[in-house]
């Protein structure tokens, strides 16, 4: 295992010898999964098969459009499109529909066929998704609920910082409708976010609650974290990522000053290696790292990094920090078996205090290192 600091080098050579060594691996997979998906993380490093039930499902799908885009090669877009409607029969049949995460789900499978290929059948089914997802905004609060029922008592008026990525489904259903709605709940969401969820010194909570019926900001909890007042590494990568996504949609420059404070908070409390712990609020080398918040982290600071001159100085700074946990993450956290194992990133964390998922892959994990290699060695169209 390596856990030095890599020196700061762009290798193109090496990210597109990544790119290959992953489309790789997924195709030698695709039979394996067809039409279903890998679970939300490995055991052993292997992906339990699952249908289209989870939050999760639409990064391997994300991943082959990924591929195809890197690749050419043809496969990777059938087995894409092998895909869809699983998610078309998910948001018109309403199947495992309470969830935020319609926004994952949408953008990486149908929104990605849409701008990819213009499948039609593809953008009716996301603007579905949307719809879907304008339902659980709650006016009075102006947030959209997280998880569950919106009348789950333990989850009514909760957001959490990871909605920060579900945005973007919300503002290109309004490019696509011409209809303000959608971006409008986006915007409320996401100021509530800026309000409750950040916190003074530029960390984030992981979930916090809001009285439905009155607006008023309630408190703030962890469900992932440590402790409630803790930095869940993973939520602190949603948002480096999710309001420079919000900038890419509004042009609004708090998200990037926002975005920057985060961002800030994340590198200084990195280990040596530039791998963060599953938690920030450790130092120990004892500790689980995340590599999956890594890994978002990476696209996050890339997606930032676009939005600023190449003159500013922070533009050169979330490059070399990107490219130094890239490098950490190829030289020490890739599962190099190509057969028998399905993940591709090691050690990431799902769920710490649920024991879920602990020093294995997470299929996000996995797609967002994708992305980051994709980003690293092209100027690449997000599907967000
Ligand atoms: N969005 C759920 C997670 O990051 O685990």
């Known amino acids: 295992m390596n856990r030095q600091a890599d020196p ?7 990210y597109q010898k990544e790119i290959a060594f992953a489309a790789a691996k997924i195709k030698t997979f695709i039979p394996h999964f067809a039409e279903n998906f890998p679970g939300p ?33 043809d496969d990777f877009r059938r087995a894409a499109e092998a895909q ?10 309403r199947l495992h529909t309470d969830t935020h995460d319609l926004g994952f789900l949408y953008t ?43 009348n789950d008592p333990a989850n009514r008026g909760r957001m959490i910082v990871d909605c920060t990525m579900n945005l973007p489904l919300l503002h290109w259903a309004s490019d696509e409708t011409g209809k303000p709605t959608y971006r409008d709940a986006a915007i409320s969401h996401m100021d509530r976010t ?20 009155t607006g008023a900001p309630l408190h703030g909890t962890t469900a992932q974290g440590y402790a409630d007042d803790s930095c869940w590494a993973r939520g602190q990568a949603w948002a480096m990522y999710g309001l420079p996504l919000g900038y890419r949609h509004t042009h609004n420059p708090n ?14 409390h990195l280990p040596a290696d530039g791998v963060c712990f599953w938690d920030l609020i450790f130092t120990s080398d004892n500790e689980k790292r995340d590599s999956s918040a890594a890994a978002i982290a990476v696209c996050g600071l890339l997606e930032h990094a676009s939005h600023l001159p190449p003159a500013h100085p922070r533009h050169r700074l979330y490059e ?7 490098n950490a993450l190829i030289g020490g ?8 194992s399905s993940g591709l990133l090691t050690e990431a964390v799902y769920d710490m205090p649920k024991n879920v998922g602990v020093g294995e892959s997470c299929i996000w994990g996995d797609y967002f290192y994708l992305e980051a290699l994709v980003r690293m060695v092209r100027d690449w169209r997000p599907y967000w």
């Open 333 to 340: 956290y890739v599962n190099r078996t190509r057969e028998e």
């Open 320 to 326: 070399d920090a990107a490219m130094r946990m890239m």
């Open 8 to 14: 700061i080098t762009r290798s193109m050579e090496t």
């Open 41 to 73: 993380s490995s055991v052993g490093g292997i992906y339990p098969i699952r249908p289209n039930e989870d939050w999760t499902s639409s990064f391997w799908t994300g991943m082959l459009w990924l591929c195809w885009e890197a690749t050419g090669d």
């Open 108 to 150: 990486l499978s149908c929104v990605a066929a849409w701008k990819l290929t213009g499948n039609q059948e593809a953008r009716n089914a996301a603007l579905a998704a949307a719809d879907l997802l304008m339902e659980r905004f709650l006016p009075a609060a102006g947030i959209i609920q997280a998880w569950g029922n919106l």
């Open 255 to 268: 998200l990037l000053h926002r975005a920057a404070e985060a961002s800030g908070y994340f590198l200084e």
């Open 84 to 93: 869809l409607p699983s998610f078309y029969r998910r948001a018109y049949e």
């Open 194 to 213: 800026l309000e409750h969820i950040f916190r003074d010194d530029h960390t984030t909570f992981h979930t916090f609650f809001m009285n439905p019926e």
